[in-house]
């Protein structure tokens, strides 16, 4: 199983109540194709480096996911056709192998 780091920052005009239930709609899509939310983090609202789509702010949403990547495509997918998601990012991690350390 791999583990992904999705970023995405949601417009200004959004209130509380359309971030929540737009981190409900998005885990239920990562759910539906196998993928596990391990955790979700509302990092809040911040100020952009620069203007995107007329937007000064917005707010920043954290996934930490475990699947088989089949939801990346789905989820993306999404992220482009809601019109309150204004970027998105998303990050593989590197799989670490555990090495036994050798005592002297």
């Known amino acids: 199983m791999s583990q992904y780091e999705i970023v995405f920052i949601l417009a200004d005009k959004v209130d509380e109540s359309g971030v929540k239930s737009n981190i409900e709609k998005f885990k239920e899509v990562v759910e539906k194709v196998d993928g596990t939310v391990t955790k979700a983090n509302n990092w809040g609202k911040k100020t952009l480096a620069y203007e995107i789509n007329k937007n000064r702010k917005g707010t920043y949403i954290m996934f930490e996911i475990t699947g088989e990547g089949q ?34």
């Open 71 to 104: 939801f990346v495509k789905e989820l993306e997918k999404k992220f482009r056709l809601s019109e309150d998601v204004i970027r998105y990012l998303t990050i593989k991690k590197k799989e670490t192998k555990k090495t036994k350390s050798k005592e002297n």
